[in-house]
């Protein structure tokens, strides 16, 4: 099931909308991946941080979006620093 975030927030946060889901989604993103205690966090807890991180207010099936969000992006991320090393491995002169 698709979400319309934006249509959903403005709902939330008022018709000016003033939520941007990408955004909050790099935040708790960089914020996760710069503290390995976080990460850990994250990994038993994660609406509990996302909401701590962000500092907002959210039902829980927008907050549940964003933290599947987040995930996905830091498994993406972790991806590709995997192919980076193994590419690296390949290209040694």
């Known amino acids: 099931m698709a979400f319309d ?9 008022g018709d000016d909308g ?3 889901v990408k955004e909050l989604v790099e935040k ?3 914020t ?3 503290d390995d205690n976080l990460l850990e ?8 941080v996302v909401e701590k ?4 207010d959210l039902p829980d099936e927008i907050l ?3 933290v599947e969000a987040v995930k996905a992006k830091i498994n993406i991320d ?3 620093d995997v192919v980076g090393k193994i590419t690296g491995l390949f290209n040694k002169d």
């Open 28 to 30: 708790a993103v960089s």
């Open 5 to 13: 975030f934006k249509d959903i927030l403005g709902k939330v946060a």
């Open 53 to 56: 991180i962000l500092n907002v």
């Open 18 to 20: 003033d939520f941007d």
């Open 41 to 48: 966090s994250f990994k038993s807890n994660p609406i509990k």
């Open 32 to 34: 996760i991946k710069g």
């Open 64 to 66: 549940e979006k964003i």
């Open 78 to 80: 972790d991806a590709k």
